[in-house]
């Protein structure tokens, strides 16, 4: 994946990590709480397996890492612009598919 | 390691612990801590031990399958089991659907072979190469417990069954130690994930 461009669309893992991350660092556990409020369900070795990936994309950088325990993930730029074009481009679906409903 | 911080280690707790060896090296170098605060957490909230391990062990089928086929001892699997399916499926259109064929059963028997040797190679460490090292370390043990406890299920069924000649145990059997080779070779040329 490019560090330049958002590339959609994103798999619904990552788009509720970066949801998740979005305003405020968390750390692993605070991650899938808030995730977990969502429709979908995500256990520690997803998570960490979908961080890694969002990480080397630049989407998601470490944040405070004292507590090996319990390191810190936050958003970077490259993250809120490629969260920002995801709702974009859902939103854009969700119009569509409610003018169809509408229609049929 | 740094463990989570809590008074005692519950029985799920170093289950888990153990279980987290099939993830690769590099992985857990960076992330174990955290995944064993995580499931220290989970464990804490969850309702009951069931859902639990319900959310755990999804999570481990999907995340290990996905670290093992975006490897290259991943790719080497998916082209052996190409290869293979190929020959059964040749095999199977030049004799025709008769049940019970050979072909069938030496398939069966090769996914479990190739299935115990990865688990082996995970849990034990790739072996070594000295044939005087072979028998020696846990991973040989393994492996060798695997084999006696495969021929005894041969033999139980042969004698239950009788001495049938292609008997399916036979070709099952047959299957099993070409996938331990394939993923014995694998590892060994391609690493572990």
């Known amino acids: ?104 | 390691m740094t463990r989570p911080a809590r008074q005692k280690e519950s029985r799920s707790l170093r289950l888990y612990t153990r279980l987290l060896e099939l993830y690769p090296p590099s992985f857990l170098q960076r992330h174990r801590a955290e995944m064993l605060q995580n499931f220290a957490d989970l464990e804490d909230a969850a309702a009951s031990k069931a859902k639990l391990w319900l959310l755990i062990g999804k999570d481990l089928a999907m995340s290990l399958m996905s670290h093992f086929f975006g490897s290259r001892l991943g790719h080497y699997v998916i082209a052996v089991l190409v290869t293979w399916i190929l020959i059964f499926a040749i095999g199977y259109f030049f004799y025709g659907p008769t049940p019970g064929r050979p072909a069938l059963h030496a398939f069966a028997g090769f996914l479990p072979g190739m299935l115990a040797m990865y688990f082996a190679t995970r849990l034990y460490g790739t072996p070594q190469n000295s044939i005087s090292h072979f028998f020696r370390s846990r991973f040989d043990i393994y492996v060798i417990g695997v084999f006696v406890a495969w021929i005894l299920l041969f033999v139980i069924g042969y004698y239950i069954y009788g001495p049938t000649r292609g008997h399916p145990a036979l070709q099952v059997f047959g299957g099993f130690l070409p996938g331990m080779l394939a993923m014995y070779i694998a590892t060994h040329v391609y690493g572990m994930p």
Not at chain 1, 9 to 18: G, M, Q
């Open chain 1, 1 to 104: 994946m490019s560090k330049s461009r958002p590339q959609l669309p994103l798999t619904p893992a990552v788009f509720h990590i970066l949801l998740a991350l979005f305003g405020k660092e968390r750390h692993g556990y605070d991650i899938m709480q808030q995730v977990s409020g969502d429709a979908v369900k995500m256990g520690p070795g997803t998570l960490y397996g979908s961080l890694d990936r969002m990480i080397e994309a630049g989407l998601v950088a470490k944040g405070n890492i004292q507590d090996p325990r319990r390191i810190y993930y936050r958003l970077t730029a490259l993250g809120q612009t490629t969260l920002r074009a995801e709702t974009e481009r859902l939103s854009r679906a969700a119009l569509l598919a409610r003018r169809q409903l509408g229609s049929a």
